[in-house]
C-alpha cells in the first residue's frame, strides 16, 4: 500500500509539472514575433521606446544609452533539454547597404555603457572593448540590476520555457530594430548533441495578437 501510494504521489508530481510548464508557455505574449521548429519557439519583441522600455526595465533601462533591449522567450516542448550559445547570438540589421550584424552585450557591457557613455559612433560599430568592472562601485550596482532582467540561462529545459532581455549596441538608432532579425545560429538538444537549424526572429514585424 505504502508503494502505492508513493506512485500516486509520483505521477501527481509530474503531471503537476507539466501543468505548470503549460502556464509558463502561455504566458508568452501573443503580439510577439517568433520563430518554431524542432519542437522549439523562440519569440522576441524589440523595446525601442523609451518610455515603454523604462516602465519594464526600472533602472536598467539601456535606451536613452543608445541600446537596444530586446525581450525573449524560449519555449522547449520536447522531452529532452535545450542548449543555446548566447554569445553567437547576433542582431541582424538589414540596411540599404546590406546586412550588418550586431553582437549580443553582456551584462556588464550594458552597465559600462550606461554609467560611462563613451561617446557616439555608427549604430554597426561596436563602442567596446572597454573596461569592465575594475571596482567601480555604480558600475557593479548596475550589472546588477540588468541581471535581474537579462537572459543569462543557455539551457531551456523539458517542457519549460527560460526568459529575459538580450541587449544590442545600436547607438541611439533604435528605429534599426524595424529592419532587424533576431538572429540565433547555435542550439542544440543536450542530450544527443544534435544541432537544430538556426532560429530567425523578425523584429520589425510583431505579429497580431
Do not use: C, W
Not at 548566447?86 to 552597465?111: C, K, Y
Not at 557616439?120 to 567596446?128: D, E, F, S
Not at 537579462?150 to 538580450?166: K, M, Q, R, S, Y
Amino acid at each position: 500500500m505504502r508503494h502505492i501510494t508513493a506512485r500516486i504521489f509520483i505521477v501527481l508530481g509530474f503531471f503537476a509539472l507539466a501543468i505548470g510548464a503549460r502556464a509558463q508557455q502561455n504566458t508568452v505574449p501573443a503580439s510577439f514575433a517568433r520563430d518554431h521548429h524542432s519542437g522549439l519557439t523562440i519569440a522576441a519583441d524589440a523595446y525601442s521606446d523609451a518610455s515603454r522600455a523604462k516602465e519594464k526595465l526600472g533602472k536598467a533601462n539601456p535606451v536613452p544609452s543608445g541600446i537596444l533591449p530586446v525581450e525573449v522567450y524560449l519555449v522547449n516542448e520536447t522531452d529532452q533539454p535545450m542548449q543555446i550559445s548566447l554569445s553567437t547570438v547576433q542582431l541582424d540589421v538589414m540596411l540599404q547597404r546590406g546586412r550588418q550584424d550586431i553582437d549580443r552585450l553582456t551584462p556588464e557591457q550594458v552597465a559600462e555603457i550606461i554609467v560611462h557613455p563613451n561617446g557616439a559612433k555608427t549604430p554597426t560599430a561596436p563602442r567596446l572593448p572597454i573596461p569592465l568592472g575594475g571596482g567601480d562601485s555604480k558600475v557593479d550596482k548596475m550589472v546588477t540590476e540588468i541581471r535581474h532582467v537579462a537572459l543569462e540561462a543557455d539551457i531551456v529545459p523539458p517542457n519549460g520555457t527560460i526568459h529575459g532581455f538580450l541587449f544590442f549596441d545600436v547607438n541611439h538608432q533604435l528605429d534599426v530594430a524595424e529592419h532587424s532579425n533576431l538572429y540565433i545560429p547555435n542550439v542544440r538538444v543536450v542530450a544527443t548533441n544534435q544541432a537544430l537549424i538556426f532560429f530567425e526572429v523578425p523584429l520589425g514585424k510583431p505579429q497580431q495578437p
